[in-house]
């Protein structure tokens, strides 16, 4: 996985898109160049899927390269991996939680654990968990449409920095590469990588 | 649901909506493009258990992938015939 983190100077909504279409389109030629591959930096393109999901072209060839894309003022995240991946990325600012909010979106197992660790450090793992399963519900191209309790990441709050770890979507488990930054003392962003699934249902009964 | 029932529908969403995300109200239009307004998906979600609350409905989330503006929440809330009662009742956690 090749990824990409910059700063911008002006929070503006058009001015963040156009920043991570940049930064993706960065992670995409890097991680070409990376095979070996020469190429123009203007041969590449970031496009969507029918999904909505993006996705890295290069001009004249057939094959697309997965790429996933972050905005958290002032920071844009993106991401290529190779293209029998899926990657996912997601930057958050470290906030408090309200009380409703966590139980809608963290599971017991997670619940128990930030509650274990010292309260200082409770909001940052907090947003450790949402901003890893966003990642994987990205990297899943599914985005929304799944509800974040549905992904389990309590195995992958422990560690730091780049790792695997087993997280549980769904109830089925799954062994995913992680990687994970406080880029900023404010700001914590991860990246995931997950193994391609052939069959995916929603069934959002929670 | 009357044509009051309605408005109530409406304004009690809109202000949920500016409470949540910090949006002045008159800023808030049936146009308004939910990702242009919340900060973060963070804060997207928690308009999302703010308006279940107010609502008294859970939403399921396939049914809401769809909606990308503030209309598209008024008429999706339109369409679960919701007890106006329940707009008018002091919100809860």
């Known amino acids: ?206 | 649901m009357t044509a009051t029932s309605l408005m109530e529908l409406r304004d009690t969403i809109i202000k949920i909506i500016s409470e949540t995300l910090g949006v002045p109200r008159e800023d808030i239009r049936n146009d308004s493009k939910l990702v242009d307004i919340a900060t973060d998906s963070i804060a997207l979600f928690e308009l999302l258990i703010k308006l279940e609350t107010a609502l008294g409905r859970h939403v399921q989330y396939e049914e809401i992938a769809h909606i990308e503006t503030v209309g598209n929440i008024i008429s999706y809330a339109e369409t679960l015939q919701i007890d106006p009662a329940v707009l008018r009742a002091p919100q809860q956690p």
């Open chain 1, 1 to 206: 996985m090749t990824w990409v983190l910059a700063r911008t100077a002006i929070d503006d909504r058009k001015v963040m898109h156009e920043a991570g279409i940049k930064a993706a389109r960065q992670s995409v030629y890097a991680t070409y160049r990376e095979r070996g591959h020469r190429i123009p930096f203007e041969s590449v393109s970031i496009k969507k899927d029918a999904l909505g999901k993006p996705y890295g072209h290069i001009h004249g060839e057939s094959f697309s390269i997965p790429v996933s894309i972050s905005h958290s003022f002032p920071f844009v995240l993106a991401a290529a991996a190779a293209s029998d991946s899926q990657v996912g990325v997601d930057v958050e600012r470290i906030r408090d939680f309200a009380p409703e909010t966590r139980t809608a979106f963290l599971t017991s197992a997670e619940k128990d654990y930030i509650a274990a660790a010292p309260e200082n450090r409770r909001p940052y793992l907090d947003t450790l968990a949402w901003s890893l399963k966003e990642s994987v519900l990205k990297a899943l191209g599914v985005g929304i449409r799944m509800h974040p309790k549905r992904v389990e990441v309590v195995q992958a709050l422990a560690g730091g920095g780049q790792r695997e770890a087993v997280l549980k979507i769904q109830g089925i488990p799954y062994t995913a590469a992680i990687e994970e930054w406080q880029v900023d003392p404010a700001f914590v962003a991860t990246a995931t990588i997950v193994s391609p699934l052939s069959v995916y249902t929603y069934n959002d009964r929670h």
